[in-house]
């Protein structure tokens, strides 16, 4: 009964740590290599105006006003495209129910610069944007084929939006649901009173195409043109200096790095796992000692001896393993379903691909033989008289093997301490950040979302 409770902890301490590895890692290949359903993303950078905090404490991301877009756009020699964005939710009437959709108002320019045009039918022109145009629209293909059943007659139908009628003009491919999980596109037509106002106007994000022949660090350059220039045209703009990053990253904003620190935090915690096992079968393999005395007595080969005690090893990793494939397929339907719009993108497509299971089994494979090595090390040279004469009892432990056993006890005590103190940590910070005030009183402000 010990002998099987041993393994059954044994075997869940590593599916624990090896689940950790896989469900992070399945997130972590997703954020740094999903594809963005463009060709050439690398050449799709956001242009961001960052907004200088006070203290010095350095800057935070805004959106952009029209005009400071518009001069952007004239000015600029870095970009072959130029877009403005503004994603909302608009509401679609569903013969007789309203639905809400995921919708972004984009200038003509945004399919170019994306080099993605609709499968079906023909993205919007410049004059679509004036107010007086036919209100046009294009669908993405998930939504075409959810709500309109993939009707291949759907461009020239009508569909209603807040009320009022738009032509569907166009489908878009498969996967292509940018700037964030949209289902439909429309014409911005920018109101008038923000083509000429900066303050409190600030609604739209800006993105670009570098142009043929143009770097990263051209983009970069010409940011520092865009600063002085903004803040000639207007002294609201005093304040601010641009950027331009990678559009991948302005979306994922700095998820990417938090998943790295968490993927950091499960290697520890699987290092810690494997000197736990590792520390186990030393001491199980002494006392199966007089076993292996037997065995070899009996015309077993040093090697045959070693390889069992390393099969045991990657037998308790293996099941292990296989716990936490489990695991890992039950918890991404839940990452999958995380409420954060601005990674819906990325974590729609969290996946267990061959690539996750690949690197799963190579680390659970490294890990038992890494936990069976010292076991086997010690029990590479027995003393047959000695073993065969003892009971398994009363065999102790070897002095070297005491030696590492105490060490691996002190290392595993040392990552948990280090565990424990970065839960502590981001413990603190979220107490710190629950009390930064937001400006204004809360005290009786309610809101409620439908």
Known sequence: VRRKATFAVAVLTMAVALGANTTVFSALKTFLFASMGVPEPDGLLAIM??????GGHGSEPYDEAYPNYDLIRRTQ???????????GIT???????????????????????????????????GDEQEPRAAHV????????????????DVIGKSMRLEGEPYTVIGVMPEGFALPHPTDIWIPLDVPAGDRVAITGARHYQVYGRLADGRTMRDAESEANDFTKRTVAASADNREFRYEVRPMRDAFLGGADSTVILVQEGA??????????????????????????????????????VLRILVL???VVVGTGAAIAVGATWLAIPWLRGVDLPSLTYFTSRITLDGGVLAVSTMVAGI????????????????DLA????????????????????KGMVVIQAALSLVILAAAALVGVSFRNLERVPIGFSTRDAIVARV
């Open 49 to 54: 105006p960052m907004h200088a905090l006070e």
């Open 77 to 87: 020699r870095s970009f072959a495209d130029v877009m403005l964005v503004y994603p």
């Open 91 to 125: 509401s679609w009437d569903d013969r007789g129910e309203s639905r809400p959709l995921n919708m972004a108002r984009v200038t003509a320019s945004f399919f170019p610069a994306m080099r993605v045009f609709p499968t079906l039918g023909r993205a919007f022109t």
């Open 137 to 152: 629209v294009v669908i993405g293909d998930r939504f075409w084929k959810s709500a309109m059943a993939g009707d291949p």
């Open 267 to 304: 290697v520890v915690l699987l290092l810690l796992a494997v000197l736990n096992l590792a520390s186990l079968l030393i001491a199980r393999g002494f006392e199966r000692q007089h076993e292996l005395a037997v065995r070899q007595a009996l015309g077993a080969a040093g090697a045959r």
């Open 312 to 314: 045991q090893s990657l």
């Open 367 to 382: 890990a038992g033989l890494v936990a069976g090595v010292l076991p086997a090390w010690f029990s590479r040279k027995i």
């Open 386 to 405: 000695q073993s065969l004469r003892s009971s398994g009892r009363s065999i102790t432990l070897s002095p070297a093997a005491l030696r590492w056993q």
